[in-house]
């Protein structure tokens, strides 16, 4: 079955960075794109970077582009958030996710808290 865990995140400053990683298994990962979501105590979940398969195509939501990068290692199953100059703002649970066969797979989530 797909499974997907996240982990790395934490408690950093702002102006801090953290990498997340997320594994991936149960499907064949270099197939499909990869995204990462995030979700702040009384918001919606909003996409925050996606990257495509082979090329390696990203985009990124506007309030993280310039500080995130999403990377991948198919060989390892693993997609990567590399989050630079944090802010409070990105305070949340971030998620990864992969649609498959028309479902939406997700992770167990792991929190990033931005604060001094």
């Known amino acids: 079955q797909v499974q997907l865990v996240e982990s790395g995140g934490g408690l950093v400053q702002p102006g801090g960075s953290l990498r997340l990683s997320c594994v991936a298994s149960g499907f064949t990962f270099s197939s499909y794109a990869m995204i990462w979501y995030r979700q702040a105590p009384g918001k919606e979940r909003e996409l925050v970077a996606t990257?495509?398969?082979?090329?390696?195509?990203?985009n990124y939501a506007d309030s993280v582009k310039g500080r995130f990068t999403i990377s991948r290692d198919n060989a390892k199953n693993t997609v990567y958030l590399q989050m630079n100059s944090l802010k409070p703002e990105d305070t949340a649970v971030y998620y990864c996710?992969?649609?498959?066969?028309?479902?939406?797979?997700w992770g167990q989530g792991t929190q990033v808290t931005v604060s001094s």
């Open positions: 996710n992969v649609r498959r066969r028309g479902r939406d797979y």
């Open positions: 990257i495509s398969t082979f090329v390696g195509s990203t």
